[in-house]
């Protein structure tokens, strides 16, 4: 039967997957990509073992350890024997099961959803999962991916399939240029903003318009990456010469004949005109201004120039009551300049804001600049491979040079699973993706926002615009 | 799997919106590599001081809600990482049926896995459950599966929605990897063509 309906980038990518279609709507989904990391896939792997069966697709099945890991020098392994006992069984399931892995030491590894695209695991078209809700970072690519729980992650290791319903579709258009200072983290901190915490629930966004297309992948990764803050599960972003050039002449990328064919069927994925969306989003990019949280919610988004909101002017007694919980908690007072609050630490990295772009973006700012006294400020490469890069660039001698700390890549402090954590009442400047209660460190208190804004903190000790320092 | 029939039992209300993963069990419990032994720590930040004393306010720590086996929750219930510990928390606490006004998908999707009912009933439903669930000692409700109703402590019913696929799995105790087992002719016939067609994938 032939297929006339316009169809949405999801839609194809979803109709092209379906194993088989179950009477109640259910579909048996096929899964190109599988990364695994070891906080969520132990309890997975010891299921397949205790039922003995095998990890059906081996060969698109990629491991690496990433939440746990020190990012101060690992060569004498990892001294917190709780998540050295969790690299640890990581490296003995994948070694059991025949499942690709990057160690420690070697340059590859790092975090998940940062080594799939710099690798070419990631590719348009594909549908990835990993047991970690920030999958959705490979949606830049034009990928169906998604994070899963860890039965989940057993029933794609043992059947390369997985059990879904549709989700509905939500364009987000972002319309206009974006002006100077701004960068793609505000964009996405504007659209969560604006639909809220739970208003992608249920769906997946696709995220179009001019200020995404002119977006290179750094930033459009870091678009996708936050969809589930937004409520989305995924997002996605149509590929285009952008994309094909990114993943061109990386490992695991198609080669040769297969790469024309593969770019012959990624430029048949956009979206058709006419598609229908069940849901809508415009933003103006002219009108994005640099943002940070003030918040326990990454909703809670307002101007760097702007104030603390006050709770009193909320809806409900239940929205002022939670509203005022979240002052309390980050200790502040409603009306209070954004840019008076003075901040403890800075860390910039995490699958959020951990490429080469964003340490560039950092280093921008730190240049010539040194960080106040008082303040501890760290960088945290995504990758073994970002951190070469960034010290072939020299970037890593602008930031020591001007008092950041220099480190080794992993998730880090943001979520505080390594020794990276925040101390209780430590106000953190955070190009990361969660301001959630303890999120960082128990009794920490974070303010999301771009590297570029994140570097401006660390060289003035407070939240500030970046536009001022650029003068 | 344990399978979820009918199950009678004190309901604990915790209305906050917006309870996330990292709230019902925080990243430095997820060292685990085994399900079960996270109850202790469910909820951490709010059931105990900084001192590791519990903390007298919170509803877990007060009796009868100490044995709840029900969570009367706020809206976007679950949001935040995908950590199937959040689950396994609330079950190795007791806790086999969460009710709200909507929860996060990741979340939702996690405690069907586990024989964890989380049930969707419109906000003021929700505050007439939250008011039963301040009855202390009477804050009992039923939650039957097979005829999808919640049974309110003044015995009036309350029919809720579920998959008709998820209901058949809570009810049975299945395991869906046996079921897509059953499948992989299929699996195996998708394989083949795809290899053919699109052998980079």
Same mark, same amino acid.
């Given at each position: 039967m032939a297929e006339t309906r316009p169809r949405t980038l999801f839609d194809k990518i979803w109709d092209s997957h379906v194993v088989e279609r179950l009477p109640d709507g259910t579909c048996l989904l096929y899964i190109d990509r599988h990364l695994v990391h070891e906080v969520t896939s132990p309890q997975a792997f010891e299921g397949l073992r205790m039922a003995g069966r095998q990890v059906r697709r081996p060969d698109a099945t990629f491991a690496v350890a990433d939440h746990n890991v020190p990012t101060s020098d690992r060569s004498a392994g990892i001294a917190e024997p709780e998540s050295r006992i969790q690299v640890e069984t990581l490296e003995k399931n994948v070694a059991e099961f025949g499942v690709p892995y990057f160690p420690l030491l070697d340059a590859r590894q790092g975090i998940v959803h940062i080594v799939g695209p710099e690798q070419g695991i990631s590719q348009p078209g594909m549908t990835i999962v990993c047991g970690d809700s920030h999958t959705s970072t490979h949606g830049a690519l034009g990928a169906l991916a998604f994070g899963i729980g860890t039965s989940e992650v057993e029933h794609v290791l043992a059947t390369q399939t997985l059990l879904q319903k549709p989700a509905k579709n939500m364009l987000v258009r972002v319309d206009g240029a974006l002006p100077l200072g701004c960068t793609a983290k505000d964009i996405i901190l504007a659209i969560i903003g604006r639909i809220g915490t739970a208003g992608g629930t249920g769906h997946v966004i696709e995220y179009a318009g001019e200020a995404i297309r002119a977006l290179d992948m750094a930033g459009r990764m870091t678009i996708c990456n936050m969809s589930i803050e937004g409520g989305a599960r995924a997002g996605l972003i149509a590929p285009d010469e952008t994309t094909f050039a990114y993943i061109k002449g990386r490992p695991h990328a198609p080669k040769g004949e297969a790469w024309d064919r593969a770019v012959a069927w990624w430029k048949s994925l956009p979206s058709d005109e006419g598609a229908s969306y069940d849901t809508t989003i415009v933003i103006n990019a002219p009108d994005i201004v640099p943002l940070v949280t003030w918040g326990t919610s990454p909703e809670d988004v307002v101007p760097v120039t702007g104030a603390v909101p006050d709770p009193a002017n909320e809806s409900s007694e239940a929205r002022r009551a939670a509203k005022q919980r979240m002052l309390d908690y980050m200790g502040l007072t409603p009306g209070q300049r954004m840019q008076d609050i003075a901040v403890d630490v800075v860390f910039i990295g995490s699958c959020t804001n951990g490429r080469i772009e964003d340490i560039r973006a950092a280093a921008a700012v730190a240049k010539g600049r040194k960080v106040v006294s008082g303040v501890r400020a760290m960088v945290v490469p995504g990758s073994g491979l970002v951190k070469e890069a960034a010290e072939a660039e020299g970037l890593d001698k602008v930031l020591i040079e001007a008092g950041f700390e220099w480190r080794e890549a992993g *998730?880090? /402090? *943001?979520?505080? /699973?390594?020794?990276d954590q925040l101390k209780p009442g430590q106000r953190c400047a955070s190009t990361s993706n969660r301001n959630f209660e303890g999120r960082q460190g128990p009794g920490g208190r974070t303010h999301l926002m771009s590297p570029a804004m994140a570097a401006a903190a660390a060289v003035t000790g407070r939240l500030t615009d970046v536009r001022e320092l650029a003068r | 799997m344990q399978p979820f029939t009918t199950l009678t039992g004190i309901a604990a209300p915790l209305p906050q919106p917006n309870v996330d993963t990292d709230k019902i069990i925080p990243a430095r419990f997820l060292k685990t590599i085994l399900r079960t032994g996270l109850g202790k720590n469910l909820f951490d930040t709010l059931r105990y001081r900084p001192d590791g004393s519990e903390n007298p306010d919170f509803i877990l720590n007060r009796e009868p809600y100490r044995k709840a086996e029900i969570l009367i929750a706020g809206p976007n219930f679950g949001c935040g990482s995908s950590r199937e510990h959040a689950p396994w928390a609330l079950l190795d606490f007791g806790i086999r049926c969460v009710i709200a006004p909507d929860f996060a998908d990741i979340f939702f999707n996690n405690c069907f896995k586990n024989g964890i009912l989380p049930i969707k009933l419109p906000q003021e439903v929700c505050d007439a459950l939250l008011a039963d669930a301040e009855l202390g000692a009477n804050a009992r409700l039923t939650v039957d599966l097979e005829r999808q109703v919640v049974v309110r402590p003044n015995g009036e019913e309350i029919r809720f929605e579920v998959d008709p696929f998820r209901k058949h799995c809570l009810l049975n105790g299945l395991d869906d990897i046996g079921q897509t087992m059953a499948h992989a002719p299929k699996i195996d016939a998708f394989e083949t063509r795809r290899r053919a067609e699109q052998p980079w994938l």
């Open positions: *998730c880090s /402090m *943001c979520l505080g /699973m390594n020794p | -």
